[in-house]
Structures are given as structure tokens and as C-alpha cells.
């Protein structure tokens, strides 16, 4: 996350510059309910306004969908430098988070995961050593879901994900950028436990294709 605050900033500071005192005004009374009480009147400028919203966790170095909001009824031609700078964090937190170039939008959406963790069956437990989920973990959910193997590997990819989720929380990019990263660690997990049947059906051979041409570079330099 580290990386992306010098873009984020400027970015803001772009914005607050770019603003007349009357279109200050008009995004502060639109983010009134935001900010906390008492501090408004400190905000003078749309430098300290924004720092407010972002100290309050409203708007991120990964997330400026609230500033997007804001801006499009007051300024909407400052949209364009909010939109450019998604873009570049999306190309660079893809690089960061080792996803293939080209295959950023490829997500692991919780309908995946259900559908994946379905057809798991009995190999579910080797999956989850292949993405390192503790063997206490393994054990306390083929406990508490004994009667169902479809429910055994669902609980354990969702758990694997939300610890994968954790990990990446540092990382730049937000949501889609980590469900692209998850996406593309489940096709290698899934071929080292050897349930590429299930890693084709569910990804294609994209990722696989992507990890072999890159490895390939690495070896020829």
C-alpha cells in the first residue's frame, strides 16, 4: 500500500488546487454526513477535506469510489484524472499481487468458490496443504462438517480466502485486483494437488499458460 500513497496524493492535491471556493463548498456540504462531528469547520480547503475523509477510512489509496461520487455532480471533468489513476494502480498492484498481464478481470468470485469447493470431493484436504491451510484447520472442518463433503471443501476454500484476503490487505489495488491474485493462486494450487480437470473447467488454461511463459523469461534472461 506503501507504493501507492505518492500517487494517491497527488492525485488529491491535483483536485484540491483545481478547486474554486464555491466548488469546496458544494463537496463539503455533499460529504457533511461523513465527516466526523466537529471537525468541518477545521476543513478549509479541499486538501483537508480529503485527508479527513481518508483519515476517517472513507476514501483509500485503493478506493476512490466515493471521490468519483462526490466530484461528478460539482466537477466532472476531474473525473478523467480519477479514472487514469485506477488505471494505473490496477497495472501496477497486478504486478505487485504476481498476476499475469492480460488476465486482471479473471476474478474468483464467491460463486466460484461455492462451485469449486462442490466439486472437490474427497480431495479437498489435499488442496488445502497445497495452499498451506493449517492441518488443525483441516481437522476442525471435517469435524464440524462431517456429513458433508461438498460443505468440507467450501468451508475450506472460503477460509483459505479470507486468509488470503488478510494477507493482501497491505497490497495496493483493492478488491478485484486480490480476487484476480486468489484467482490465479487457486489454478496453480489446484494443478499441484492434480485437479487440473477442475482447474480447466473452472479457469481455462490461461493462468497455467501465463505462469509458463513467465517462468520461461526468467530462465532466458
Given at each position: 500500500m506503501a507504493l501507492m500513497k505518492?500517487?494517491?496524493r497527488k492525485l488529491l492535491l491535483t483536485i484540491s488546487k483545481d478547486l474554486r471556493d464555491e466548488e469546496f463548498q458544494e463537496l463539503k456540504l455533499l460529504c457533511r454526513d461523513l465527516i466526523p462531528p466537529g471537525k468541518a469547520e477545521g476543513m478549509t480547503t479541499g486538501q483537508l477535506l480529503f485527508t479527513g475523509l481518508e483519515e476517517a477510512g472513507i476514501i483509500t489509496a485503493g478506493d476512490v469510489t466515493l471521490l468519483k461520487e462526490v466530484l461528478e455532480p460539482v466537477r466532472p471533468d476531474l473525473l478523467s484524472k480519477v479514472e487514469e489513476y485506477e488505471r494505473r494502480i490496477a497495472g501496477t498492484a497486478a504486478v505487485v499481487q504476481n498476476i499475469p498481464t492480460g488476465l486482471e478481470g479473471k476474478?474468483?468470485?464467491?460463486e466460484l468458490i461455492n462451485k469449486i469447493g462442490c466439486n472437490l470431493a474427497r480431495d479437498w484436504r489435499s488442496l488445502g496443504r497445497c495452499l498451506k491451510?493449517?492441518?488443525d484447520d483441516i481437522l476442525k472442518i471435517a469435524?464440524?462438517?462431517?456429513?458433508?463433503l461438498e460443505e468440507q471443501g467450501v468451508q475450506m476454500l472460503f477460509m483459505w480466502f479470507k486468509d488470503y484476503g488478510a494477507a493482501k490487505s497491505n497490497d495496493m489495488g483493492g478488491d478485484k485486483v486480490m480476487r484476480a491474485s486468489a484467482a490465479n493462486a487457486l489454478d496453480e494450487a489446484l494443478r499441484k494437488a492434480r485437479l487440473s480437470s477442475i482447474a480447466d473447467k473452472n479457469f481455462g488454461r490461461d493462468f497455467l499458460l501465463a505462469r509458463e511463459k513467465a517462468r520461461a523469461n526468467i530462465g532466458n534472461q
Open positions: 505518492i500517487p494517491f476474478l474468483l468470485t464467491d491451510v493449517k492441518n469435524s464440524d462438517y462431517r456429513d458433508s
